[in-house]
């Protein structure tokens, strides 16, 4: 799938050291996503055998491994792989070599849980938005900034004209993507029974392309 034929919008942002990059999951792929993971959900043996919950940081209901031949019908990796092209074309005038998904996954977060603070392995990884709830919730001090939901991209230590972490409010069909070495946490969110369902992934790029 080639992001400039589909004319998929791109942001560059760069709030602190690594760039992130911004996205659009289209349309179709979306829908695709929703479709396979109400699909996985309903299916218990399909579930066991793809869960991924006891291998990863977050302390939420359900983790779960996308399937290659799922990853191959919806082209995700070469949508990634355009995206990423992109990326590097633009941070260091290089020409990406290669791109390998290692694994990607779905997030399924309710009410209570959250992810701690972590960081993943290769090269790339990226998280992006399939659904989310109408509220997070508010704080228990109306006064006090609502990161309820949120993720938060963690780099360095504040210092001066540099802030160390950039809080990332998930909208439906957002996608970002980030060095893999970056930390990252997602906050706990209140009062809604309502799902905030996301898909990441982690990927190795060629080594003259990978010095973000």
């Known amino acids: 799938m080639d992001i400039e034929k589909n004319k998929q919008p791109m942001k560059m942002l760069k709030p602190f050291g690594p760039s992130v990059l911004k996205l659009t999951i289209p349309d179709k792929t979306l829908v695709s996503l929703n479709k396979y993971v109400d699909e996985i959900i309903n299916d218990e043996v399909k579930m066991k055998k793809l869960d991924h919950g006891s291998d990863l940081a977050g302390n939420v209901n359900q983790e779960f491994f996308l399937e290659t031949e799922f990853m191959k019908e919806i082209k995700w990796a070469e949508f990634l792989a355009s995206a990423c092209k992109e990326w590097v074309k633009h941070e260091q005038n290089k020409q990406l070599k290669s791109f390998q998904i290692t694994k990607s996954w779905i997030v399924r977060q309710f ?102």
């Open 111 to 212: 009410k209570h849980e959250y992810n701690p603070i972590h960081w993943h392995s290769g090269d790339i990884s990226g998280v992006g938005y399939l659904k989310v709830p109408n509220s997070f919730g508010k704080t228990y001090q109306e006064n006090k900034q609502n990161n309820n939901g949120k993720l938060v991209l963690v780099h360095g230590s504040r210092s001066l004209f540099s802030e160390s972490s950039y809080i990332i409010k998930p909208k439906v069909g957002d996608l970002y993507m980030f060095p893999s070495y970056l930390m990252h946490s997602v906050y706990p969110f209140y009062d809604t029974d309502e799902e905030r369902r996301s898909i990441s992934f982690n990927a190795k790029i060629d080594e003259d392309s990978s010095t973000f």
